[in-house]
């Protein structure tokens, strides 16, 4: 009941005001004379609204106090570290590689003769052939020599500057990919030799692992 008085008194000054108010668009002269003097009557509008926010706070349970950021929320957040990104190098030819992990010892260099495992995948992950079985594990490695006359191109760049037990990850567009079928490595079997050749004219992902430097 306490509230209902101030709420009263706000809407009894607003329908005077807007009375007085609309006499004056008939009347100017009127609006002259008839000029509330008191302080309250020059501000009706602010009144209410005061006492219009004051009630709606009540209502609700809310208090001012209440209405500040508490200094808690408003300390500064802890610098956070970003997570380790793995980087991607693009070749001239287009080859972008990404080196998953170093290995050690000599570096592959042109004209060397080296035995790797890898999977292909067409670019939107499909798988199309790989040396690891991926149900028993069991792994069949491929010797191929870096020569690009045997060895498609694209794989040639990816695997010089690998070290044994190292890992890369790289996307081969075809212009430096299989532009020929006599190009290794090409599976023995007829079933993944028909998929890869199905695709060879798309980018491919090789995902390889450096065993050897023959």
């Known amino acids: 009941m306490a509230l209902a008085a101030p709420q009263f008194q706000a809407s009894f000054r607003f329908k005077r005001f807007f009375s007085h108010q609309s006499s004056c668009f008939k009347d100017t002269e009127q609006c ?120 498609i191109e694209g794989l040639k760049e990816v695997l010089i500057g690998m070290k044994p037990g190292g890992k890369r990850r790289a996307l081969i567009p075809p212009s430096v990919g299989y532009i020929n079928e006599n190009l290794q490595p090409v599976p023995e079997e007829f079933g993944p030799r028909r998929s890869l050749m199905s695709h060879m004219k798309e980018p491919l992902i090789f995902e390889v692992q450096l065993l050897k430097v023959l």
Not at 32 to 44: I, V
Not at 58 to 78: N, T
Not at 114 to 130: A, D, K, L, P
């Open 32 to 151: 002259k004379l008839g000029a509330p003097k008191s302080s309250d009557e020059r501000m009706p509008s602010l009144n209410f609204k005061k006492l219009l926010r004051r009630s709606v706070l009540q209502f609700v349970g809310l208090s001012p106090i209440f209405i500040s950021i508490p200094p808690v929320l408003s300390a500064p957040m802890q610098e956070m570290r970003e997570p380790d990104v793995i980087r991607t190098l693009k070749l001239d030819s287009g080859v972008r590689i990404q080196d998953v992990v170093e290995g050690e010892g000599p570096e592959a260099r042109e004209g060397d003769i080296v035995e790797i495992n890898y999977v292909c995948r067409r670019s939107n992950g499909y798988f199309v052939h790989s040396t690891v079985d991926q149900f028993s594990g069991e792994s069949a490695p491929v010797i191929l020599p870096l020569d690009d006359k045997q060895i």
